[in-house]
């Protein structure tokens, strides 16, 4: 299920094409 959820994330962050490790920090 986790690989699930990485991957629906990781689509997402394609299109708007910024890298997951950015998003966090910002989030952070």
Do not use: S
Request: hydrophobic share 30%; net charge positive; no cysteine.
């Amino acid at each position: 299920f986790e690989r699930f959820l990485e991957n629906r994330m990781r689509q997402q962050f394609d299109l708007t094409g910024t890298p997951i490790e950015l998003r966090f920090k910002k989030k952070d």
